[in-house]
């Protein structure tokens, strides 16, 4: 025999769901009005403005510089801007390898910048201006990079001076360090030979497309010709090694040309 609940059994159970129901979407509601109230004064506030902008890696341009570039200033809105947007314009610039741009508590933001290298110097009208891993020419008057580097002379073509780079950083380190200036000789077309003047007192004789290559063996030929008198290694065609007075003439030979000049 099935049982018959009296509907007024049942009244008070209802009335306590409907209350629970009601007060769950009452909560509901009010936490949305919160929410947005609290979001409203945040963006309104000066805790939604960006309070510090940090530079680092900046040494060819200055900090100003990359802020100018994307904008991105103290006091500007810290959610109102896109990383990822801001990262690809600085990429853009010819002296900037990498770039990550971060948010930090929530007041800070951080823009981490990685520079092309200085690879060699080159001369302009007496002037010198940087020349970058990626060819790029920097003629900025801002802050100047210490690292040595080699100087170029006579590289005024883009074909010859980005050959020249290519060679520069297959170089072996070593060596790298050692070369002081390089000129260009012949035609960058062609054999494009070169003159180059080490700091250890060696002059060079190379052409451009297997300069590198022949640079492996500079320390090992130094290293054999220790005890002679500095001269030219001639790497166009083989090693040839021939003193500075045979190739120039004697310091005495040399003040008498002088002396008869005069």
Do not use: C
Request: hydrophobic fraction near 40%; avoid cysteine; charge should be negative.
């Amino acid at each position: 025999m099935k049982k018959v609940i009296d509907i007024e059994e049942r009244i008070p159970s209802l009335r306590e769901k409907r209350r629970r129901t009601t007060n769950r979407k009452f909560i509901l509601v009010l936490s949305v009005f919160v929410i947005a109230l609290l979001a409203i004064l945040y963006f309104q506030s000066s805790f939604s403005k960006i309070k510090v902008v940090t530079v680092n890696g900046a040494n060819l341009h200055g900090q100003e510089f990359y802020k100018e570039e994307i904008e991105l200033f103290k006091d500007k809105p810290i959610w109102g801007f896109s990383t990822q947007a801001a990262e690809t314009k600085l990429k853009d610039i010819d002296t900037v390898k990498d770039v990550s741009i971060a948010r930090k508590w929530f007041r800070g933001v951080a823009i981490n910048i990685t520079e092309w290298e200085t690879i060699a110097y080159i001369e302009d009208k007496g002037n010198y201006n940087i020349v970058l891993e990626n060819g790029h020419v920097f003629s900025g008057d801002e802050v100047m990079p210490e690292e040595k580097a080699p100087v170029l002379i006579d590289f005024d073509s883009e074909d010859s001076l980005n050959k020249i780079v290519s060679q520069l950083q297959d170089l072996d380190k070593n060596v790298y360090h050692l070369v002081s200036e390089i000129v260009l000789v012949g035609d960058s077309e062609n054999a494009a030979d070169l003159t180059v003047y080490m700091d250890d007192g060696y002059e060079v004789r190379a052409i451009m497309s297997t300069f590198s290559d022949q640079m492996a063996y500079y320390l090992e030929i130094t290293a054999q010709l220790h005890d002679y008198e500095k001269g030219v290694i001639d790497m166009e065609v083989g090693t040839f090694y021939t003193p500075f007075s045979k190739v120039y003439g004697s310091e005495e030979e040399v003040e008498e040309v002088v002396e008869e000049s005069e």
